[in-house]
């Protein structure tokens, strides 16, 4: 079963609104990543955290790390169309321990 | 191409058939792992190679999962007597650096192989 638990489960969103999801752990992870995957693809790594309260920006994303090591928040601003798709979480103890995904659609 | 290679990308079996799916890692990644991501759900951990050595196969459900990369680059993740809670996508994922040393090398994940048991 998935180790972390991720929020929400699915958005739709509007193009041009902000997005947020987050995510926690019963468990420390060192690193933390979160990933996107589209229809047909396998995951494609965001942004990578590596230290405890960080905050990593890429583009208009937006990450932080929290301070306890047992989760995390993605931002995604300004939402564009091609952002619809399922990111997922994933904690990096060398192996990965993904989420179970939050699934972002456009409203109609 | 300079991606990693799954084959093939559909895969329906017959319950009870013996299945053989293939990965082509990134040429030089030393770091090769093997996830299942159930429909909905998120990639679960199956097995890791750091080259050719089976350094953790802890996430493997059942005795008919079986894993090798004999040479250190092309890995098989063999399936036998396939039964429909087999029914996933089989993700195959490579990194350049040993991954238990080196955490913050980024793994780069292919398509997959969605197997279908019917």
């Known amino acids: 079963g998935q180790q972390l638990n991720q929020s929400p489960q699915s958005m739709f969103i509007q193009e041009g609104e902000d997005v947020s999801m987050n995510c926690t752990s019963s468990?420390?992870?060192?690193?933390w990543l979160w990933y996107k995957q589209d229809p047909g693809e396998g995951p494609v790594l965001l942004i990578a955290?590596?230290?405890?309260?960080e905050l990593t920006s890429n583009g208009r994303l937006t990450a932080q790390f929290g301070i306890t090591r047992k989760d995390s928040f993605l931002n995604i601003s300004a939402s564009i169309p091609s952002d619809v798709g399922i990111y997922f979480c994933?904690?990096?103890?060398?192996?990965?321990?993904f989420g179970a995904g939050t699934t972002v659609t456009v409203r109609a | 191409g300079a991606g990693v290679s799954q084959s093939p990308r559909y895969k329906v079996a017959k319950r009870g058939q013996d299945v053989a799916l293939r990965c082509d890692p990134i040429?030089?990644?030393?770091?090769l792992f093997w996830y299942q991501q159930a429909l909905g759900q998120g990639p679960e951990f199956l097995t890791y190679?750091?080259?050719?050595?089976?350094?953790?196969k802890s996430g493997l459900p059942s005795d008919r999962f079986f894993a090798e990369r004999p040479e250190g680059s092309v890995s098989t993740l063999k399936i036998q007597r396939t039964q429909q809670e087999d029914s996933a996508v089989y993700l195959c994922?490579?990194?350049?650096?040993?991954?238990?040393?080196?955490?913050?090398?980024?793994?780069?994940f292919g398509q997959g192989t969605r197997l279908t048991v019917v």
């Open positions: 994922a490579s990194s350049l650096k040993a991954a238990r040393t080196s955490t913050n090398t980024e793994a780069f």
């Open positions: 468990s420390i992870f060192n690193t």
């Open positions: 955290l590596y230290k405890a309260g």
């Open positions: 994933a904690g990096n103890d060398y192996k990965l321990s």
């Open positions: 040429s030089g990644h030393v770091s």
């Open positions: 190679f750091q080259n050719e050595a089976q350094l953790d």
